[in-house]
């Protein structure tokens, strides 16, 4: 059985830093997709970052030069490290792994930037 589950969010403060992580059972993250979205009050669920099958990464204008997206296959986890936070990175996270046709997702980790 595939899982993910995310860990790493909590309350911080703007201008702060969390690193979010993603880790796997019942599949590998090497060679897959790996993305991360948020779910903004009000908004459809936004993606945020990926990270591809070679690694190479990709971000969303919104978190370009201050999250950033890595993955460590020995410990079947993806990060996301997020800097110079703001209120309205506030959201629910969640990862997202696609391999062949598949496609799973984790339950999601809440955070909370206040101003």
């Known amino acids: 059985q595939v899982q993910l589950v995310e860990s790493g969010g909590g309350l911080v403060q703007a201008g702060g830093s969390l690193r979010l992580s993603c880790t796997a059972s019942?599949?590998?993250?090497?060679?897959?997709?790996i993305s991360w979205y948020r779910q903004t009050p009000g908004k459809q669920r936004e993606w945020a970052a990926v990270i591809y099958s070679a690694d190479s990464t990709d971000y969303a204008d919104s978190v370009k030069g201050r999250f950033t997206i890595s993955r460590d296959n020995t410990k079947n986890t993806v990060y996301l490290q997020m800097n110079s936070l703001k209120p309205e990175d506030t959201a629910p996270y969640y990862c997202k792994l696609v391999s062949g046709r598949s496609t799973y997702w984790g339950q999601g980790t809440q955070v909370t930037v206040s101003s």
């Open positions: 019942g599949i590998t993250t090497w060679g897959n997709v």
